[in-house]
């Protein structure tokens, strides 16, 4: 199914509480389903130490709001988990074909770290991402990126429920409402500007698709990309 010698990359993004989660664990349980060679990762990977710079700056150790860290040096602390990982646990699996489906991944700086910076920066700030990342460090370009779209609100009220209405267990990102809608905001732009497939899982009363529908939608986009490699 696939032409290319390397791997392939399906990454899904969204705001905090969006279903991404289910939806690469659904995924990936599909794909597998299909013989074909898989893996799932999601990151930040806060099994492994390399994490630990995003631990502190999501605990607010770095201060009490996400502008507290600047868009660079957060989105740096990222990274290197993101290189970590790779190079220890999925490089020779991609480097010989294999189909990576990852629950966030270089993409997630352009929504939560992008919004920091004046809106005139932004594309500056998107080449200096992958240029970082890709070119510099070495990490693979993501082949194609789905964006589940659910609005601030509604992601809000599905981590309340998630944290059973104890808002202390929430991150320094989780718990601010107008960081969430300024990253929302960031999403649509990249969606535009950068061709990533936008996955509406609301219905228009902002009443959440069931995982299956959204499953279907996925799978459907999924196969195209694929059969076309």
């Known amino acids: ?7 392939y990359i399906i ?9 991404k989660a289910t939806q690469t664990q659904m995924l990936t349980e599909h794909l597998c389903n299909l013989n074909l060679n898989v ?10 130490p390399s994490s630990a ?63 920091k910076l ?5 594309d500056d700030f998107i080449k200096w991402n992958f240029d970082y990342e890709c070119n510099k460090l070495g990490l693979p370009y993501p082949d194609m990126v789905l964006y589940l779209n659910v609005p601030a609100e509604v992601s809000q ?11 202390q267990k929430k991150d320094l990102h989780e718990k601010n409402i107008d960081f969430q809608k300024n990253c929302h905001a960031a999403a649509k732009y990249a969606i535009d500007k950068l061709n990533w497939i936008n996955i509406n899982c609301c219905d228009d009363n902002l009443k959440m698709k069931s995982k299956e529908n959204i499953h279907t939608e996925i799978l ?4 195209r990309g694929l059969t076309n490699e």
């Open 53 to 115: 710079l995003v631990k502190m700056y999501l605990n607010s150790e770095f201060g009490d709001t996400p502008q507290s860290v600047n868009a660079y040096a957060a989105s740096s602390f990222f990274a290197v988990d993101r290189y970590a990982s790779f190079v220890k646990s999925w490089k020779d699996f991609y480097n010989s074909g294999g189909i990576i489906i990852v629950d966030r991944y270089i993409t997630s700086n352009i929504i939560y770290q992008m919004v």
């Open 1 to 7: 199914m696939l032409k290319n010698k390397k791997g």
């Open 220 to 223: 459907k986009i999924v196969n």
């Open 157 to 167: 009220s599905l981590m309340s429920k998630r944290y059973h209405g104890d808002n």
């Open 39 to 48: 893996k799932h990762i999601s990151f930040p990977d806060y099994s492994q």
């Open 118 to 122: 004046p809106e005139n920066e932004w």
């Open 11 to 19: 990454v899904i993004e969204g705001l905090d509480g969006s279903g």
